[in-house]
């Protein structure tokens, strides 16, 4: 009876992590460019009561065995780098990646981060900042009285400087990719940050081979699925609650047991 008590409080622990994972989710169903999170899990050692492949007389042996499972672990927690929706905002500021990449921001310590938000702005130097004021790599800084400011699916930066009548080139967007996406750290503030597990930073041209486009304008909206959410959060409630009927019911034999007389 003890075994399945442990074996229950495993498995309560893990859905409550799944639950925790969805939570997240759901908190930021409305945050530009937020990736949804998935749950993995894993069995735990097995306590082997007979072995397989087991002599059972002179000429035979045991098909199967008695392997009785421990119970289970959370693996991993994986971001899913799938596209959000993109919607138009008319912000002339605003731009949306449709495919592959991450903008590169200069963070206060001097690193980088990387993001799928392109909801920009303008700090008082004139430089293009991200919403908590950290600068675009590379940097673009817009010169006072510009106007109409105009930004490319390649990441061409144009703008009608003051006396001008025609646009004038003033920078250019450029986006990052990873080998392994899933494997960047999640630093909040729609941030994420190079792993050893992410590989390397590569860098280049939206549109070239392998990199997205960049659309102005528009937003890309998180990728969390309300419905698929509220299906999984129902399924994860029903896991836990009957894992939790296992420890009752393992209460209930252990009580029989200490009764009989």
Same mark, same amino acid.
């Given at each position: 009876m003890i075994r399945s008590l442990y074996t229950g409080t495993t498995?309560? #622990?893990?859905?409550?992590? +799944?639950?925790?994972?969805? $939570?997240? #989710?759901l908190a930021n169903v409305s945050t530009t460019g937020f990736k949804k999170s998935t749950t993995d899990f894993q069995d735990l050692l097995y306590e082997t009561l007979k072995v397989p492949g087991s002599q059972t007389s002179a000429d035979t042996q045991s098909p199967t065995g008695i392997l009785v499972g421990m119970g289970v672990r959370p693996a991993a927690v994986t971001k899913i780098f799938s596209q959000g929706e993109i919607f138009q905002t008319e912000n002339e500021l605003d731009v949306a990646i449709e495919g592959v990449g991450f903008f590169e921001v200069e963070l206060p310590n001097g690193t980088s981060g990387y993001t799928r938000s +392109? $909801?920009?702005?303008?700090?008082?130097?004139?430089?293009?900042? #991200?919403?908590?004021?950290?600068? /675009?790599?590379p940097a673009i800084t817009v010169p006072d009285g510009a106007r109409d400011i105009t930004i490319s699916e390649t990441g061409v930066v144009s703008a009608i400087l003051a006396g001008?009548?025609?646009?004038?080139?003033? +920078?250019n967007l450029e986006l990052v990719r990873f080998t392994n996406n899933s494997g960047l750290s999640a630093a909040g503030n729609n941030i994420f940050l190079e792993t050893n597990s992410s590989g390397a930073p590569t860098t280049g041209v939206p549109?070239?081979?392998?990199?997205? /486009?960049?659309?102005?304008?528009f937003l890309e909206g998180s990728n969390v699925n309300i419905v698929q959410e509220m299906a999984n959060m /129902?399924?994860?409630?029903? $896991?836990?609650e009957i894992n939790s009927k296992t420890i009752q019911t393992s209460d209930d034999m252990m009580g029989i047991t200490n009764n009989l007389k």
């Open positions: 498995g309560m #622990n893990g859905q409550q992590l +799944g639950m925790d994972v969805i $939570a997240n #989710n +392109g $909801a920009f702005k303008l700090d008082s130097d004139g430089r293009l900042v #991200n919403s908590n004021g950290y600068p /675009i790599i001008d009548t025609e646009s004038t080139e003033i +920078g549109g070239d081979d392998g990199y997205g /486009i960049l659309m102005q304008t /129902i399924t994860t409630q029903r $896991a836990y």
